[in-house]
């Protein structure tokens, strides 16, 4: 039995990552710590909240104290971190609980990895470490980090205390740097999530600047299934790029939103741009792909129109979550509720 500690796993990808995980292995132990912030919950969880390897721990991994706890408690020897503030608009807004969660939480975990002598360590990290794109070319493992939001430079220094663990103290950790990710459960103030629900809901939709900057495109399974393969066979130290060579400039995945419920593409609204916005992210994968046998298996027009449809058969999931705090934050960031 792997004793894992999961942190961040009532977010969008951790909960996919638990349910899945769960489903098809019985000799990983998970405990799943997570604040439960804004982002974070347990509604995702419904498929794994009655398995005997599944524990749910409601904490801060900023704690030093409670973390250190768990580890003993539980006899913690792998650690999975996808706890983050993961939203860029929002580190725009306000960037110190970024920096506080991403950059020290993760310090927190390194010292208790080191205490406890874990056998592995997986750094849940993205793409925009690496910055934006010109027209051509793909981020490598090699490429510089070059971090242009608030956001992405937490998770660069992030990354930096990762590496600098392993090479002063040798804690065993490892580093996955993922494209964006889309699927159910996400949270919606992300871009498709949030143009899913607008248009369901007639409202405008709001797409920044001139709507060509690109995103590289995957399904949070095909990431899920790169962690799980990095985590078993990964090797130390190393970085591992995720991607699934699916780059489409917004406007379009905009417009084939509103085509696929029918609706009419006057609800696009143009507005302001965002602050410092990367122009185009664009994943080269060959390193997991050549050195661990990981490609991705969802095809994106299938995968797409199975996450709108299940935002559409779910409304309740959602519903809940654009009432309340959500309003405000919505009105901040785009002037209107
Ligand atoms: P999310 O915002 O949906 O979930 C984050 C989770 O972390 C929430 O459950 C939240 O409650 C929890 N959390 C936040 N602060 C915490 C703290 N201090 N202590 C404990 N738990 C805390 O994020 P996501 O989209 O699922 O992203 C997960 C990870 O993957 C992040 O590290 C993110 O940087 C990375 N990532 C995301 C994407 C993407 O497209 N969403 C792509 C690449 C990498
Ligand atoms: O209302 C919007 N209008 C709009 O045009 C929103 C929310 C976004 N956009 C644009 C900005 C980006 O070009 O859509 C694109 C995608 O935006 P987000 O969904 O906010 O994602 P992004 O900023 O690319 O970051 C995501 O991918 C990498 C995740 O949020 C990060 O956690 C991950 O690390």
Redesign the pocket.
Known sequence: MKNILV????????SNFINYILDKRDDYNIVN?????Y???LENLIPSQKKQNYHFVK????NSEFVDLIFRKYDIKYVI???????VDRSILGSEVFF???VI?TNVLLEAARRYEVEKFLQ????EVYGSLGENGLFTEDTPLHPNSPYSAS?ASADLVALAFHHTYDVPVVIT?????YGQY??PE?LIPLMIINSLNEKKLPVYGDGMNVRDWIYVLD?NKAIEIVFEKGRISEVYNVGASNEIPNIEIVKLILKHLGKSEELIEYVKDRLGHDRRYAINSSKIKKELGWSPCYKFEEAIIQTIDWYKKNKNWWESIISGKYQDYYKTQYGTK
Do not use: M, P, W, Y
């Not at 740097?177 to 990710?181: D, G, Y």
């Open positions: 942190t961040g796993g009532a977010g969008f990808i951790g710590l997570d604040k439960l912030t982002a974070g919950n904490g801060d991994i900023v971190n996808f706890a983050a503030e993961s939203h506080r969660t991403n939480g849940v990290s993205t793409d998770k740097r993922c494209s964006n990710n996400q949270f992300k990431h």
